[in-house]
């Protein structure tokens, strides 16, 4: 698979992910220092955080360059271990202390921005489509219309900032991405060469080459562990406002 990393939109796969990490990282210190933590503990956080998310990138990264990722042959194939990983991780880090101080102490609206990076992927991967390293079906032109999540969670932020969108308009959009999120998953688990269901001319082979494997690492990761804490920051907001 020959691709040039200085091409804008295989860059993507690198500079999204990077930024997403720094937000991260940036989210982390934000919470703890809203939260009350002195500084000692707020830099203990930021460095765990760090470490665990460079380590991630890292393993994913060799695994797909090492070739291990494109073993088929196992049962189960290596890929269904990314799979489990990045559901794992972001549950992890919604449900444990790390999502309730992102909940809470990041402000809902930002939550929301956050999402917006699905607009320049979207575009991304419809170029790697065009070229014919992604398979169509899972492009907006196919069966992925998560770039509609992308697109709205601009305005959905916008509204929320400025105080003219509440709860139950960001639950809802919540939902929405949510769902078209899953659908895109489903469509490229589908298309894997495990199961074929789109057929040969439709393989989703190309997340398992650095740096398209970043694709669901760390970005699949990021909107799915972003959608549960927005979930909790809506339930949190709603709980203090009640008497």
Known sequence: ??????????????VIPAILAALFLWAIIVSWRRSGADDAATSR????????TFAWMAITWTAARSGFLREWDRRPPPFAFLVLGI??????IAFS???????????????????????????????????????????YSGR??????????????????????GRKLVMAWN????????????VAILATPAIRYFGDQQLNVWVTYPPFVWLPAVLVLAALA?????????????????P
Do not use: C, K
């Not at 698979?1 to 690198?14: E, G, H, L, R």
């Not at 559901?87 to 992890?92: E, I, W």
């Not at 939902?175 to 489903?186: A, F, P, Q």
């Not at 972003?226 to 009640?242: P, T, Y």
């Open 97 to 139: 202390s790390v999502g309730q101080r992102l909940a809470r102490f990041v402000p809902l609206w930002a939550l929301v921005a956050v999402q917006a990076f699905r607009l320049p992927l979207e575009l991304a991967m419809h170029a790697m489509s065009e070229r014919g390293i992604m398979p169509g079906v899972m492009s």
């Open 87 to 92: 559901v794992g991780l972001s549950a992890l």
């Open 175 to 186: 939902v929405v991405g949510l769902l078209l999120l899953t659908n895109v998953v489903i």
């Open 144 to 165: 992925n219309f998560d770039i509609v999540t992308g697109s709205s969670a601009i305005v959905v932020a916008l509204l929320t900032a400025a105080g003219l969108a």
């Open 226 to 242: 972003g959608h549960l804490v927005i979930f909790r920051a809506v339930s949190a907001s709603a709980g203090r406002d009640r």
């Open 45 to 52: 956080a930021a460095l765990v955080a760090g470490l665990v």
């Open 1 to 14: 698979m020959n691709y040039p990393y200085s091409s804008p939109a295989v860059a993507a796969f690198i």
